[in-house]
C-alpha cells in the first residue's frame, strides 16, 4: 500500500484534469493514505470544508495522528455508504482503488458531482459494463478525446460521464459524473 500520492504523476494529472470540471465548496470522500496531502490539495483549489470517511481503526487513528491542517474538517469512522449523497456544492470524491467487483452498492448510491477510482484489474470491458450496470443506466454514446488528458466522455440515458484510464502502481480509472 502507498502511504502518499506525492510521487504518483500520473494519478495527480489525472485528478487535477477531473477536479477542473467541478465547482464546489466542500469535499466528501476517502482521503487515502496521506490525509495532509489530501487537505492540501484541496486547500490549493480554494476548498475549505472537508467531510471524511474511514473504516479501519488502524488507518484512521494514523491520520488523526498525523493531521496538520487549519481546514474545517470532520473525519468518521464509518463506510462512504453512510454520507448523505444528496448535498449541494459538493464534489464526492470516492477513490475506492479496488474493484468495481465488490462495489456496486457504492456505485448506484452516489448521483452526482462525483469521481470514482477504481482497481481494473478484473479487466477495462468489465469494470465499465459492470459501473452502468449498477448505475442502472444504457450507454447510448461514447468519444475518445485525446487531450489535455487522454479520456472517454460516455453518455447514458440518465447523463454524461468522463472516463480515465492509468497506471499507478497498478491499472487504475476513473469515472467522474460531469452532468
Keep these: 500500500m502507498k502511504h502518499t500520492y506525492l510521487d504518483s504523476s500520473k494519478k495527480k494529472a489525472v485528478r487535477d484534469f477531473l477536479i477542473d470540471q ?31 470517511y474511514e473504516r479501519s ?15 474545517k474538517l470532520c473525519i468518521k469512522y464509518s463506510d462512504i455508504l453512510d454520507a448523505d449523497p444528496f448535498k449541494e456544492n459538493v464534489l464526492y470524491d470516492l477513490d475506492f482503488c479496488a474493484s468495481v467487483k465488490y462495489l456496486k452498492e457504492h456505485i448506484a448510491k452516489f448521483k452526482h458531482n462525483f469521481i470514482m477510482t477504481f482497481s481494473v484489474r478484473v479487466g477495462v470491458d468489465y469494470t465499465i459494463k459492470t459501473f452502468f450496470k449498477a448505475r442502472k443506466e444504457k450507454v447510448v454514446n461514447s468519444q475518445e478525446i485525446d487531450g489535455p488528458v487522454k479520456h472517454t466522455v460516455f453518455e447514458t440515458d440518465k447523463g454524461k460521464y468522463l472516463f480515465i484510464r492509468y497506471f499507478d502502481t497498478s491499472a487504475m480509472c476513473c469515472f467522474a459524473k460531469i452532468a
Design 22 to 52: 467541478f465547482t464546489f465548496n466542500e469535499v466528501v470522500g476517502l482521503p487515502g493514505p496521506d490525509i495532509n496531502e489530501y487537505v492540501q490539495y484541496f486547500q490549493n483549489k480554494g476548498i475549505q470544508s472537508f467531510e471524511m
Design 57 to 71: 481503526k488502524l488507518t484512521l487513528i494514523q491520520q488523526i495522528r498525523k493531521l496538520r491542517t487549519s481546514a
